[in-house]
């Protein structure tokens, strides 16, 4: 029988989860804005509605409950659907702080319910290829990873929830950065030291709009990474750095530009490198192969590959950033407007 799934939810991303179910079918979504949970359920049979996700998550026939709110909200409602026994996917970060994740991890383990984290980018066709290319010693042993990621905001993005600490937990490095951080941790494993600054250069804002990250494994492996929301230009670049090549993808679809992966092989005198590469047009299909797994997950009983352990490893690294001494731009509103 197929499973029944509800979305908490129903904005950008829920609407992309929607229409990422394959096998699956939407039973059930709820929104704090009604209208909202309405656009998402029209045009699909016997869709349930409501502005009450503490029903949607005990339904009898909600298997999966998609978790795709705020920040605030994620772990609450996580938890709560663990603690029915229901299987979860849930959004990135999972919550503003790993203490408050910390507690979702332990009633998951308690009534075995399974839980993935949305990190739909390891899903992406150009970083697939690049986990296929490093498995195979296409590039022999990695040494570092470079990732940048941003976009340029909006008029009016400092008014948004996500500059407001108390909905978000944090700016940019809590929002783009995760994926930055989880993909970097997908290629070189946990990292031991963590150096980096968390700044406020543009938006008037109490969170950050830019960080920058160095960090290293006990192997003394390096991922240099930077997340910014003044990018201006859309812009998604991940190097994977070995001892005999280099992997680089570039673009994620759409204002991020055509999905790419490029390899480029050394030769034993060194020189020009052997280049080849490989293009992913089309549509986003990070989101549906990320579901289809986890549907295969439970299925068979395992541990998804993107779960909270890799959350909270993202959020220590955040936290540590967070904690560390920080060079703090001011606010920028005296010398330019962002409207400007």
Known sequence: M???????????????????LGPARLVACADTLRERADALAAGRSGVAVDRDWESLVVRPDVDIVIVATTND????????????????????????????????????????????????????PALLKAGELVAAGAIGP?????????????????????????????????????HLIDLARRFLGDFSDVQGFAATFYWPMPVEDNAFLLLRTDRQQAAMLHVSWTEWKN??????????????????????????????????????????????PGPDRSWAA??????????????????????LAALRVVEAVYRSPALRASAVGAAASPAQ
Not at 302 to 308: E, N, Q, S, T
Request: neutral net charge; aromatic residues 8%.
């Open 2 to 20: 197929m499973p029944g799934v509800g979305i908490v939810g129903c904005g950008v991303v829920g609407r992309k989860r929607a229409d990422a």
């Open 142 to 178: 990695l040494m570092f990873v470079r990732g940048r990621y941003g976009h340029g905001g909006r008029p009016g993005y400092e008014r948004e929830w996500r500059a407001d600490p108390v909905r978000s937990g944090g700016g940019e490095l809590l929002d783009q950065g995760v």
């Open 235 to 280: 812009l998604f670049s991940f190097e994977l750095f070995g001892r005999t090549g280099k992997i680089q993808i570039d673009g994620l679809g759409g204002s991020y530009g055509t999905e790419r992966a490029t390899l480029y092989e050394m030769g034993p005198e060194m020189g020009p490198p052997a280049t080849t590469g490989w293009e992913f």
């Open 290 to 311: 990320e579901f289809a797994e986890f549907l295969d997950d439970i299925r068979l009983g395992r541990p998804p590959a993107a779960g909270l352990p890799d959350a």
């Open 73 to 124: 909200a994620l772990a609450s409602i996580t938890r709560a659907a663990v603690e029915a026994g229901t299987h979860v996917l849930v959004e990135k970060p999972a919550a503003r702080s790993a203490a408050e994740l910390e507690p979702v991890a332990s009633a998951a383990a308690r009534t075995r319910s399974l839980v993935r984290v949305g990190f739909n980018h390891r899903y992406h």
